[in-house]
């Protein structure tokens, strides 16, 4: 098998989105589960199926039709405003498209009835966090505007949270996504099906309220994918956290001094901090052939008893320590969003699966 691969424990995935879907089902809140850090991989979107997720959501068109084209059955909903020059492609890949702008609307109308469909749509609403979203109060006339377009149907509203600034997905910002979904009603005057709260940072409101208004659905893609929820990046209770492992082969052993010799100047990416560990020893020096290239090495999770030292395009520098590693050795991080994200996009990096239990680091 090549090196680094990214190996998803396939059950630990479908464990999770199982055990939020049956936490939330008695407080009224499906799960939409969010396919974008995989890309749509089709098999780690099957085990998020397989655990009870209503549907799929991603941000990326080209992802919904991996999914579409690997023959998922599942509702798919594209979680980024639609480019307007991709309407036609938006109505033929996705069920559902989260809305902000008219414009765009408008041609996701006339696209879905160029094709004899009618594209399902829920308009964003700006609730703090300055991201994606229609201000408040121009809200109830989007929506009236939506209504009348033929080739939409209007199913809901939503908002987004913690994303751009961390604003907090609170019972205040709730009750405000509740309320102006009550008030789209009357201006429309028909029920809406989808109440869209956020993602996996709505999970400590979500999880302890005992009120989640109208909000019946949460787009969910870290919790599931890492078992935390990200507004303070703790673990959940019940989930597992090793869904995901990057296995790396290690290059170079050689004992070296703690401390470079020559005028220091910069690195190959700036400035370098000094090892606040360096003395005047020598260290257990361990190259593996993964960098920025490939990973976030800021994002990586170590195992026991080795230090990261340093990371460049290609290499990543650790002090092993008292760890006998040889050439040719895999070493097995655990990886944060950021990390997860990198390797996911890297070419270099390739994502393999299992369906048994965490492969053991070595
Ligand atoms: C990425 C994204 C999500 C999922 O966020 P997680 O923190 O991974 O749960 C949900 N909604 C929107 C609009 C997103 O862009």
Redesign the pocket.
Known sequence: MSAPRLVADLAALTHNARHLVALLAPRGVAVTG?T??FLGAPALAEAMLAGGVSGL?D?RCENLVRLREAGTTAPLTL??SPMLSQAAQVVKSATTS?NTEPVVLRALSEAASASGTVHDVLLMVELGDLREGIPAHRLLDVARHTSALPGLRLVGVGT?LA?RSGVVPDQLKMDDLSSLAEQVEKAVGHRLTTISG????NLDWALVTSDTGRVNDL?????ILLGIE?LRRTPVAGLRNDAFVLRAEVIEVQTKPSLPWGVIAQGAFGVVAADPWAHAGSVNQVILALGRQDVDPDGLLLPEGLRLLGASSDHLVLDAGDVALRVGDEVAFGLDYAALLRAMTSPYVELTTTPGPRPGSG
């Open positions: 969010v974008k850090a959501g941000s979680i980024r989260l987004n994303c956020g993602n996996s940072a787009r969910l893609g870290e919790a990200p």
